[in-house]
Structure formats: structure tokens, C-alpha cells
């Protein structure tokens, strides 16, 4: 895995759409249908008619080419699942502080509760190695007030740079941080990959998600790591 590469996350869309070769496949079956069934009304009020085997010939080509279309079709369509993609969203803030110390606050799982405050405890699984390869345990209260449980393995990282994870526990997810030394601080950038349906009717599009998924983060380092005095002011 790349460092710029993001993995998904599946969101739970309001409707289940389907591939397009699926809804193709259904079209020329209703189609077929369609042309059957005006076939036998045509054939009752033939004698009402003033030349109805000119109609009964196209409607039986129409029938007789769907059917195939269908038939075609109905193969390829079954290999087809809903078809998901990746969007990805990304925010970047400047932080009057140095790369050291937004590096401190949003690399360790111990504090991100400071970062997501839907987080109530965060540490990493003993036993597995600190860098590429380290597991780290989050636990989470909902809002029905249950608590759920979730694990991200850190897939790539240049400490002080640069971190990638993604998601052990279901739903899978995606994200990465970069860091640059920057004038009056440091640049944190922000991303996020949220996988869903590609056709569907969304309230809110999964791109939008992804975009305000990632501002909500940044800003939220930006507020916690500014809101403290810098280190020697603490000592």
C-alpha cells in the first residue's frame, strides 16, 4: 500500500441499488413481458382492427429481441454485485504549534479522545509491535448509549511525517495524516475513504460525508492542540 492510497469505509446507504447490467437485465424481461402480453390483447381485439399482423409482427420482434437481451444479459448480471466505490474526502489546517507535538497528540490511540470525543478509551494491543504492524484498541460510546469496540492496524508510517491505518474490526476504513514544517507552524492534512454505493439515492452524497468527516477532524487537533499553552509554558 502506497502512502496516498486510501481504503473505504462501507456506509449504510438508504436503498439498496443495483449494478446497471442488473437493471438492464430486468428491463428487457419486462420488456419481453410487456410485448407478450400486448400480443394476446391484440390477438382478442384482432377484428377490431385494421391491419393487425403489421402490429402483432413488431410486437412479437420486440418480445423476441428482449427475451434474448435478457437472456444475454441475465448471465453477466449475476456476476455483478452493487457496484461500491471509494470517496475520498480531505481537509488541511495550519497549527500554531510544531510538527512534534501534532504528531504527539494524534499518532498515540491514548489520547484520541481528545480528538473524537465519541471515544472513551484508546491503547494500543499489548503485544503487537509500536509503528507498521501496531493494533490499537478503541472503545466508543454510541448514541443510544451502548459501547462498541473497534481495532485499526497502522499499515505504513514515516514518524513525524506520515501515518496510515486501516480498520481490523468491521466496517473497514481508511485513513491517513501528513505532516509539513510550514511558516507559524505546521501543516496537518486529513484523509478519509468512505466506500458506497456508486447509484443511490443518499440525503447527504458519501462525498460530502468523506469532505465533512475530515474538516470535523482537523479543526478538532487545530481547537485541542492551540487551546493548550506550548510546552516549556507548562513546565
Known sequence: MNPGDVVGDPLTPGATVPHPVRVLASTCRIVSAAAVAGIVVVAVIAGDLDDPVV??????AVA?????????????????PPAMRTWAGEA?????????????LIRPAEFASMVEPETVQGFRNPGTPVG????????????DGSTTCSVVEVVGE???????????????????????????????TYSIGLSALRWAPYGTHPRKQAEAAARAHVEQVKRVIESQPPPLQRQ
Open 64 to 80: 423476441a429481441v428482449a427475451a434474448i437481451g435478457a437472456a444475454l444479459l441475465g448471465r453477466s448480471a449475476r456476476r455483478h
Open 92 to 104: 488541511t489546517v495550519t497549527i500554531a504549534r510544531p510538527s512534534v507535538e501534532v504528531w504527539g
Open 55 to 60: 402490429l402483432l409482427r413488431w410486437l412479437a
Open 132 to 143: 507498521v504492524g501496531e493494533q490499537q484498541v478503541f472503545i466508543a460510546r454510541c448514541p
Open 158 to 188: 514515516t514518524p513525524g511525517v506520515w501515518a496510515e491505518i486501516r480498520s481490523v474490526t468491521s466496517p473497514p476504513i481508511g485513513q491517513r495524516w501528513r505532516l509539513a514544517t510550514v511558516p507559524g507552524g505546521t501543516q496537518l
